[in-house]
């Protein structure tokens, strides 16, 4: 493959920039521009080691610098790699690029060096999109979940469970092969053993799909509720800015305000909804409406109750609408004489109740805590569980759970061999398509186009 070269770094002012460079003539190339101090070529041929140098363009010195060289296997790529770090100028970083380009190097797409170390066998695919996910993460638990895929978490899972698909159908071919000397005699209890063991870890990492979405993307998260109990001052709490427009006259908001925060270590994408009420005004009917599409699609919802008033009509009909979805209510206003109590409050509702003042931010670190366990049953132990990001991924899981489950009922109807083998490879080709195996060319094109530049 031919040499790439791209800013591994963002193209703004800062303290460093990178410029990385892949290929059979990184070293070549980058040796081409490279300089010590007193003009003499820079010898960077030692892997693992970090020289001080000068870029130069013909006899004009560009930079002072310092040159990373990782030589092939044991590079991020799998091939030779030179890493020139160079001070953070924008122009400076386009014009040492540049001259990257000049001296026989190509300009990397998007991705280009992750889909090279896939391609090179140093990572399969599960590590290299939970790259893309480890720098797209949002809070501290995203973060330490792609970093468990990263450091292959999920491919050891996989080929655990590939192994013991291949001993049964590697058996099944031997006892076919050779019914005189192998006999099939007990194989039926060691695979129905395999098969149950490895639906219990399908199981388990398609249950934790939804958690490494949340992890990644955010929880969608609406605040819902009648007009003027809070909703907006709410927002503007959990925010610690001004974003939406308080006022003491009922519906004020009459649009959807969206605003992403962390709370608690998780991030929420926060979604402030026009209060729920019959009304004439048009404008304010598309706001309810939206509202009330907001609570179809969100994954939590924070229903905000005023405790100055008794629970009203409106609140009635707001808690048929959030009938079956993760609810968490918050008794509002609390920081005042309140009309309505908590105790009253859940019995009417039959939902976790949080009493808080969005005026006083209070109960805010309960509701954070109250969150965490409504998602993550409490707590988030990363060194044991799985968090699969990826929708093609799961697409893969379902596809091998169907085929054990084949397995399995074939086993209760004592089928012949033969028929297991069959479903058992389909459920192990499914498998190895999540490490990249089997996977069409357009595919990996499409997985590493969304990467950044430079990775």
């Known amino acids: 493959m031919d040499t790439i070269s791209a800013l591994a770094t963002a193209l703004v002012e800062s303290g460093i920039g990178i410029i990385r460079l892949s290929g059979e003539e990184a070293l070549s190339i980058a040796e081409k521009i490279l300089r010590t101090k007193s003009g003499k070529p820079l010898d960077i041929r030692e892997s693992h080691r970090i020289c001080y140098g000068f870029v ?103 080929k655990e469970c590939r192994s013991l698909i291949l001993e049964d159908t590697a058996f099944i071919e031997a006892a076919l092969d050779d019914p005189e000397h192998i006999s099939l005699d007990g194989f039926s209890e060691k695979c129905a053993q395999h098969t149950e063991y490895i639906l219990q870890e399908i199981e388990k990492l398609l249950r934790f ?39 003491d006259i009922p519906g004020t908001t009459r649009d959807t305000v969206e605003e992403n925060i962390r709370l608690d270590g998780l991030s929420l994408h926060l979604m402030d909804t026009a209060g729920i009420r019959n009304t004439q005004d048009i404008v304010e009917g598309i706001g309810v409406e939206k509202a009330k599409k907001s609570i179809e699609h969100a994954d939590l919802l924070l229903f905000v109750v005023d405790a100055l008033k008794e629970f009203e009509k409106e609140d009635e009909e707001i808690l048929s609408l959030v009938q079956g979805k993760k609810t968490i209510v918050l008794l509002n206003k609390t920081d005042q004489e309140t009309v309505l109590t908590k105790k009253e409050l859940e019995e009417k509702t039959g939902l976790p109740v949080i009493a808080i003042s969005a005026k006083e931010w209070t109960g805010i670190k309960e509701l954070g805590e109250k969150i965490r366990e409504l998602f993550f049953s409490g707590s988030l132990s990363f060194s044991s569980e799985i968090f699969i990001h990826s929708e093609r991924q799961r697409v893969d899981l379902e596809e091998a759970k169907r085929a054990l489950l084949e397995v399995r009922n074939g086993l209760r109807l004592s089928l012949s061999e033969d028929f297991l083998s069959i479903d058992l490879m389909g459920a192990y080709s499914a498998l190895g398509r999540i490490l990249g195996e089997e996977v069409s060319e357009d595919l990996v094109n499409e997985i590493f186009a969304k990467f950044c530049m430079g990775k």
């Open 209 to 247: 799909r939804e958690e490494g979405r949340m992890l990644t993307e955010g929880i969608h998260t609406a605040i819902v509720g009648k007009p003027n109990a809070g909703k907006s001052s709410l927002l503007n709490a959990l925010v610690g800015a001004e974003k939406a427009i308080v006022t």
């Open 56 to 158: 130069y363009d013909k006899e004009e010195a560009v930079d002072e610098v310092l040159v990373s060289t990782f030589l092939a296997p044991k590079s991020y790529t799998g091939e030779d790699v030179v890493e020139i770090n160079c001070h953070g100028g924008v122009l400076l970083m386009q014009k040492i690029f540049t001259l990257t380009l000049k001296n026989g190097a190509r300009a990397a797409e998007p991705g280009e060096f992750t889909k090279r170390a896939f391609l090179n066998g140093r990572i399969d695919l599960s590590q290299a999109e939970a790259v893309a996910d480890l720098i797209a993460s949002k809070t501290e638990a995203g973060i330490q979940s792609s970093l468990a895929l990263v450091q292959g978490a999920l491919g050891e899972k996989i």
